[in-house]
């Protein structure tokens, strides 16, 4: 497609349940990534999806956390049991090339009550 | 570790005013570095990129110079207008690396 596309582009949820998020990169994008940012603060990587090397992981907040991209194209981050304090922008980007940046998606915004 | 230090907001300015935001930037690599917008309601957008010493990356009338030897990429513009209101974001990339590391972020406010 012509940008990154996320779905929802919002949600509330009650705690304890879980919930998938989207996202669908550019198309001929290898490399995926997911960033939480939370009310007033910055951005904090999740994870790293590159062609069909093992994920970067390690910015995963907990093991409720996890994220799957299926043929190299659409990823979903899915949280499970969720907690008050996953409310957040989920924001999703795509690359061709990581020296020249990325094209964000417009995030889904979770709303954890 | 990477990291990127900006300026703290809230920056406030009246239209037409100059704009400084301060960015410096710890890497253990060579970075690439780049300046986000963020628009009310939006996702990040890229606004300009540098990918190595004394260049100077430009768009919509912001600019900004790669100064190694101060390790910063300073946000300018010389004349804001209210449509400019956004949270900046500046942001490098290790070259092999496979993150964008962010600044905080700066809330800019142009007033009419």
């Known amino acids: 497609g012509a940008g990154v596309s996320q779905s929802p582009s919002n949600k509330v949820t009650e705690k304890g349940k879980d919930v998938e998020l989207r996202c669908d990169p550019i198309s001929g994008h290898t490399a995926l990534y997911w960033y939480r940012q939370s009310l007033g603060q910055g951005l904090e990587f999740l994870i790293y999806?590159?062609?069909?090397?093992?994920?970067?992981k390690s910015g995963l907040p907990s093991d409720r956390f996890s994220a799957e991209r299926t043929g190299g194209s659409v990823s979903t981050l899915t949280i499970q049991r969720t907690q008050q304090e996953d409310s957040a922008v989920y924001l999703c980007?795509?690359?061709?090339?990581?020296?020249?940046?990325?094209?964000f998606g417009s995030g889904t915004r979770l709303t954890v009550v | 570790g990477d990291s990127v230090t900006q300026m703290e907001g809230p920056v406030t300015l009246s239209e037409e005013a100059f704009l400084t935001i301060n960015c410096t930037y710890t890497?253990?690599?060579?970075?690439?570095l780049f300046w986000y917008v963020q628009y009310p309601g939006e996702g990040l957008q890229l606004l300009l990129k540098a990918t190595k010493a004394d260049d100077k990356g430009s768009n919509k009338g912001f600019e900004a110079t790669y100064r190694k030897e101060t390790t910063s990429f300073h946000l300018e513009k010389g004349s804001v207008q209210v449509s400019d209101s956004a949270v900046y974001f500046c942001?490098?990339?290790?070259?092999?690396?496979?993150?964008?590391?962010f600044g905080e972020g700066t809330q800019l406010t142009v007033n009419p």
């Open positions: 890497a253990t690599g060579y970075p690439s």
């Open positions: 980007a795509s690359s061709s090339d990581r020296a020249y940046g990325y094209t």
């Open positions: 942001a490098l990339s290790v070259r092999g690396g496979s993150r964008l590391t």
């Open positions: 999806f590159q062609g069909n090397s093992a994920p970067d």
